[in-house]
């Protein structure tokens, strides 16, 4: 939903001491004091609304209004009253006199939440605006004129809409004036201990819980994980690591259920031949050191079976034989992407 802040008690830190978060960070700084729309893209929990947050705290606005519109929460009939407000008797139902959004951000930042999921029409009202930066309400006269600072965040490839036709072109220009892309999680895998550690004291602390340190095997695992949702699916591990308390929490979660014995230690059965135990616990190992392969290959079942030094089809049915799924599971359930990379 729509939040509206006149300015945050504290700044979010922007976490990450890789050479793509540092590049991060001082784009961000340079963006708040050049004070021009700001366009800010990345998957899905990159951390996007951090780098607002930080934009307009870094920035002479900060002790101003941070308004922030979540654009595929607004109906599009609605966007126009939301974003320009109205007068009283604009419409059936206008029964009083409101602010909208713009109006609200005033010598503040308006920030437009995933702004690529706007349809068309509203896409070409928001472009009215930004192109002479004034506006009236509806049913007004007075014409306002806009002093906002627009700061945009989308995880669409803006790029890609304007070919297919879904995104206008003449609205991206003054949209992305700067642009800050924020980097997938597996591309700057070496700030996962630091996020892991920062995000394992806040919710010990936050849930007044202090956990043994994590075994070095899962603490590997997570270095080694692809991360399909980011920061944001590596705090919520944490967060139910902190609350369920036992490693196996995570292990599950990056696995699915299907794949948690390949983590389970082998227990030896004395009342079976040796044999038979020795195959088991081979078993055992094997899948775990597929399933780390595949992790580390994000899946490409092609470089994982060159890595082990197999071939492709000793490969897929070891997979099959270990009870694997045949495809990485992400969160929507979508499969690798990448086998042909
Ligand atoms: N670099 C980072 N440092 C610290 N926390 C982060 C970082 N990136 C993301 N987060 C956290 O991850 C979660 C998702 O971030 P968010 O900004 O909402 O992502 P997005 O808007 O890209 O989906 C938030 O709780 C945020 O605090
Ligand atoms: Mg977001």
């Known amino acids: ?33 050049a004070g021009m ?7 899905s929990g990159t951390g996007k609304n951090v780098v607002a947050q930080n934009l307009h705290m870094l920035s002479g606005r900060r002790d101003r209004a941070f308004v922030q519109v979540n654009c595929p929460s607004l109906p599009h009939t609605l966007i126009e009253s939301e974003l320009f407000g109205y007068e009283q008797g604009a419409f ?9 959004k713009v109006e609200q951000a005033q010598n503040g930042t308006l920030f437009l939440d995933e702004i690529g999921d706007l349809d068309a029409s509203v896409q070409a009202k928001l472009l009215q605006v930004l192109q002479d930066f004034r506006f009236s309400r509806l049913g007004g006269t007075e014409e306002r004129v806009v002093d906002i600072w627009l700061i945009c965040a989308t995880h669409r490839n803006l790029q890609a809409d304007i070919k297919a036709g879904r995104f206008r072109s003449d609205l991206y220009y003054r949209i992305n004036v700067v642009s ?15 996020l892991l550690n920062h995000f394992l004291r806040h919710y010990e602390l936050k849930f007044g ?3 043994d340190p994590l075994s070095s095997s899962v603490r590997k695992l997570l270095e080694s994980y692809h991360w399909p949702g980011n920061v944001r699916e590596l705090e919520n591990l944490v967060k139910r690591y902190v609350v369920l308390g036992t ?10 259920s299907d794949t948690t014995s390949a983590l389970s230690p082998f227990i030896p059965d004395s009342s079976l031949p040796l044999r038979i135990q020795t195959q088991r616990a081979v078993r055992v190992m094997e899948r775990q050191i597929i399933l780390r392969a595949l992790n580390e290959h994000r899946w490409n079942r092609r470089k994982t079976a060159q890595s082990l030094d197999i071939s492709y089809r000793a490969l897929l049915y070891k997979i099959k034989d270990a009870g694997l799924p045949r495809l990485r599971q992400t969160g929507s359930g979508a499969s690798s992407p990448e086998e042909n990379q």
């Open 1 to 33: 939903m729509q939040l509206i802040s006149p300015t945050f008690s504290s700044m979010p830190e922007l976490l990450g001491t890789s050479p793509a978060m540092s590049a991060v960070r001082h784009q961000v700084e340079l963006a708040a004091s």
């Open 37 to 43: 729309p700001v366009l800010i893209t990345g998957e």
């Open 92 to 100: 059936t139902g206008a029964n009083h006199t409101r602010n909208g």
């Open 180 to 194: 800050i892309e924020l980097p997938s999680l597996r591309d700057h895998r070496s700030d996962v201990p630091l």
């Open 209 to 211: 819980r202090s956990l």
């Open 247 to 256: 490693e196996q929490a995570i292990v599950e979660a990056l696995n699915g």
